[in-house]
């Protein structure tokens, strides 16, 4: 069992910076893919970024040029590096640690975006 707990969120004002952080436990992050979804007040989760196991990473268009996801797998953590942030980027954030037909989710870790 596998368990994935996000930090980071808070209160930001539009055009500034936020790091989120997932830390995994109780298996090696190095053999999972992970990825960072958002839910938005109202509105279904999307997925914002990817990364392979092998490091590969994927990006939502929202999100393109603004955010970066990294990982440690020495920390087992992956971070999501959020800049010029958006009051459209408000939404709970989701970490998602995934291995053949197994995924795991973190409960999330809230993110408003609001002068």
């Known amino acids: 069992q596998v368990q994935v707990v996000e930090s980071g969120g808070g209160l930001v004002q539009p055009g500034g910076s936020l790091r989120l952080s997932c830390v995994t436990s109780?298996?090696?992050?190095?053999?999972?893919?992970m990825a960072w979804y958002r839910q938005p007040p109202g509105k279904q989760r999307e997925l914002v970024a990817t990364?392979?196991?092998?490091?590969?990473?994927n990006y939502a268009d929202s999100v393109k040029g603004r955010f970066t996801i990294s990982r440690d797998n020495a920390k087992n953590t992956v971070y999501l590096q959020m800049n010029s942030l958006k009051p459209e980027d408000t939404a709970v954030y989701y970490c998602?640690?995934?291995?053949?037909?197994?995924?795991?989710w973190g409960q999330g870790t809230q993110v408003t975006v609001s002068s």
């Open positions: 998602k640690a995934r291995r053949l037909m197994y995924a795991y």
């Open positions: 990364m392979t196991s092998s490091g590969s990473t």
């Open positions: 109780g298996s090696a992050l190095v053999l999972y893919d």
